[in-house]
Structure formats: structure tokens, C-alpha cells
């Protein structure tokens, strides 16, 4: 089953509104293609700004974070409603960064998975493992129980829409990539744990990103693995490079 890809960006906490909207105007033409679905998850400050730069390309607005509530006392949260209503189609959920550094475990990533869903956004839901998990060999059970449980209640139409980003940490910001064959391997393992939860046609409609230092040099040999549909880019997503990992 062809699945359309999906490049995303996530440009973490860099930049600022003035230099959002400076980069949206350097890679526009560097993203052009319309066989990709490209998206730029961006700092919520920056959702407004960077929504009305890419207006009329072919450039989709994403968010890092949100929270579980539609509205009230959060100090410093952001809510469904608000995303929707700026322009943002797609969230990314699970990042590790959010798991390690601000405490999120699974339960609350299941109900932001759950709530994305309901509110008409589309989860980037992300997974993977830890070095010392990689080097234990023990990372294929991490990243069943983590999908078992992000995804408890979440139906299979939902799962059909669903992109899931598998980043090994330690390949994270760290230069050091899995190789194209260790990230097809759980990236084929991921779907087949879709098919045994749910069904094979759910399986091969749902979308598989690879994170974990992507950029211009590697990204032809990971995308051309049958179970990688695309990329969560952090560093390379905030130059030039961006463009070449679209249209490798
Ligand atoms: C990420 O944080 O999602 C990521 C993949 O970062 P980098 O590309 O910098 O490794």
C-alpha cells in the first residue's frame, strides 16, 4: 500500500518569531514537492507567525506540545482549541525530551493522543528507546509497551490517520544515526505490533517517521526502507538541509 510521506520539522525551542518567518522564507522554494506532506512543528509563539508565512505553499503547521484541557487555570499551557484556531494540523506527543526532561510518562501521553484526536488534530506520536535499553537488548519490549500504551482506547480509523516517530535517543542531537537497517528493523516492528493490536489494513495505512540525526547525507538510504515513511528532523530542520531531505 503506497503511503504518503511525511517530512517534519522540529525546531524545539529555537527561534525566534522574526527569525521563524525568516526561515519559512529560505526554505520556501528548497520544500517545494507535491508528493510529500512537509510539516514544520514550531514554538507556540511562533505557530501564528510561521501559519501566515507558509500560506499558500505546501507547508503544513505543527505544535510541540500541548495540554489536555480546552481551557482554564495551566499556567503556561496551550490548549487544542487554540492550536486549531491558529492554523496547526499536526502535534508531536511523547518526544523524549518531554518524557525526560518534564516528567511525561504514558498515561499522560495516551489522554494527548486521545485529546489530539478529538479536537481534529493529528498526533505525531513518538517512541524509542534509550542507550542502555539498546545495548541490554531489551528495546524491542520498550517499544511495544510504549505503543500498547499510548495508544490504550485509541481506535483503529484514529490509528488509519495516526504518524508514529521512532527515535532512538541516542541518536537524538547526537550526530549519531541508526543505520538504515536498525531503523527499518523497529519501524517494521512497529507496524506489525499495529497489526496485532488492530488489523493488517490499519497497519499499512499507518505512517512510520525515523528521528534520530537525519540530515541531507543520510536521508535517501533511510527513506528508501519499505517501513520508513518519512522523518522527524531536529538540528538539520532549521537550515537549507531541510529542503534536501524532502526531496531525497
Ligand atoms: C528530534 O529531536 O526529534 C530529532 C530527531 O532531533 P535531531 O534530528 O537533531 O537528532
Known amino acids: ?71 482554564g487555570a495551566f499556567t503556561g499551557e496551550i490548549s487544542a482549541p487554540m492550536l486549531k484556531e491558529a492554523g496547526v494540523e499536526y502535534v508531536i506527543i511523547g518526544h523524549s525530551e518531554r518524557r525526560d526532561i518534564f516528567g511525561e510518562n504514558d498515561i499522560l501521553i495516551n489522554q494527548k493522543v486521545k485529546k489530539a484526536f478529538a479536537s481534529g488534530l493529528t498526533p505525531i506520536m513518538c517512541c524509542g528507546e534509550s542507550l542502555a535499553l539498546r545495548k541490554a537488548g531489551t528495546y524491542k519490549e520498550w517499544i511495544a509497551r ?29 550526530g549519531e544515526t541508526a543505520t538504515a537497517d536498525q531503523a527499518e528493523e523497529v519501524c517494521k516492528m512497529i507496524r506489525e505490533i499495529i497489526a496485532d493490536l488492530y488489523d493488517q489494513a490499519t497497519a499499512d495505512a499507518v505512517r512510520i517517521q525515523y528521528g534520530g540525526s537525519m540530515n541531507a547525507a543520510n536521508a535517501a538510504e533511510l527513506l528508501s526502507k519499505p517501513n520508513i515513511d518519512g522523518g522527524l528532523i531536529g538540528g538539520a530542520s532549521l537550515k537549507p538541509d531541510f529542503g534536501q531531505i524532502v526531496n531525497a
Open 1 to 71: 500500500m503506497a503511503r504518503r510521506r511525511i517530512i517534519a520539522g522540529n525546531w524545539k525551542m529555537n527561534k525566534t518569531p522574526s527569525e521563524a518567518v525568516a526561515l519559512c522564507n529560505e526554505l520556501k522554494d528548497l520544500v517545494k514537492n507535491d508528493d510529500v506532506d512537509v510539516v514544520y512543528c514550531v514554538p507556540a509563539i511562533d505557530i501564528v507567525p510561521v501559519a501566515e508565512a507558509v500560506k499558500g505553499t505546501n507547508v503544513h503547521v505543527g505544535a510541540e506540545n500541548f495540554y489536555i484541557e480546552d481551557k
Open 146 to 174: 510504549q505503543i500498547k500504551w499510548d495508544l490504550t482506547d485509541i481506535t483503529a480509523d484514529q490509528v488509519k490517520t495516526l504518524v508514529i516517530a521512532y527515535e532512538p535517543i541516542w541518536a537524538i542531537g547526537t
